[in-house]
């Protein structure tokens, strides 16, 4: 496409709107492009080289890991401690959070919580999955090694978040808190170039994204609404259409878009449903809420939870303000 702006482009003249600006935020995402190239490049042929299946092992969160999710994991960390901009990274492959200690790494001023390879169950049957990333500004200090305290800040100090879609095209998608820019690869030049700027999304919208398979493990105020979703009302235009592909990156991707909800409520068995604060709901959050809509628990701001631990779960209900505010009051009326 002649004339395009690429994400590099963009990311140069963005910088230059902050005349305080190092840089080094702008190397560090361009740094997370790259790394999502190369990602792009083994997702998009799984099918042909031995990078389908399972590895034999089972991450902490006690789930079966992918070929490709380590793969994934590899390039963001080795393509982050290159940079030099970051001098640590949370990942949910890795138990623990790595501290980079080469010198420049050491000095570098931000830290990084991803989830390289989200929705990863849906690899082997050629389904959207996605990177999700979260940026901070490390709180200790300079020179030193990150600490866990870098990794535990709210989600409300990010400096930026993004998410990549490996879907039937690949997008990046990212926040600096100004507004949300989507970018689209084009592979024939091997650039994101500009797509989708300033996204925004509707207030309101007719699809409902939650695993419906867990229904009567619901909380009461949880079915109700989803009740409601289905039922038909003549001011809210319900009922409205279920769609779950499973991968959250996906999901809330396209809720962005259209308009919608995505729900992982707590479970009876998992009263903190399933997805992860840090390196999923965050990010994610931060990008809904710069696009317009809103992020919550079911009772309060996901950007304001104070995270205790690296792979802490919360409930999410996120998407278009409406809706989430909607379901919020299902929640709270719980009978109704
Ligand atoms: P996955 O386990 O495949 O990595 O992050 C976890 C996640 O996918 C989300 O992407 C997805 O929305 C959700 O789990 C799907 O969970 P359910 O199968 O329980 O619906």
Known sequence: MIGAQ????????????????????????RNIALA???????????????????????????????????????TFVASLELGGQCCGVASEENDEFIAFDSPSSLEGRYIVAIDPLDGSSNIDV????????SIY??????GEPCTAQDFLQKGSEQAGSGY??????????????????????????????????DLT??????????????????????????HYCKSFGKDTGSPYSARYIGSMVADIHRNLITGGIYIYPPLEDYPQGKLRLVYECNPMSFIVEQAGGMATDGYRRILDIEPEELHQRTPIFVGSSEMVTKAEEFLKDGKK
């Open 164 to 197: 990549v879609i490996y879907g039937s095209s690949t997008m990046l998608v990212y926040t600096t808190g100004h507004g949300v820019n989507g970018f689209t690869l084009d592979p024939s030049i091997g650039e994101f170039c500009l797509s989708h700027s």
């Open 6 to 29: 690429t994400l590099d482009e963009f990311i140069i003249r963005r910088q230059t709107d902050f005349p305080y600006a190092t840089g080094e935020l702008s190397r560090l995402l």
């Open 126 to 133: 050629n389904v959207s999955v996605g990177t999700i990333f």
């Open 201 to 226: 999304i509707p207030k309101t919208g007719k699809t409902y994204s939650v695993n419906t398979g867990n229904f009567y493990n619901f909380p009461e105020g949880v079915q109700n609404y989803i």
């Open 137 to 142: 500004r490390r709180i200790s200090s300079l």
């Open 36 to 74: 999502a190239k190369i990602v792009n490049r083994e997702v998009n042929k799984a099918g042909l080289v031995d990078v389908l299946g399972t590895t034999g092992y089972t991450n902490v969160q006690g789930e079966e890991v992918k070929k490709l999710d380590i793969l994934a994991n590899k």
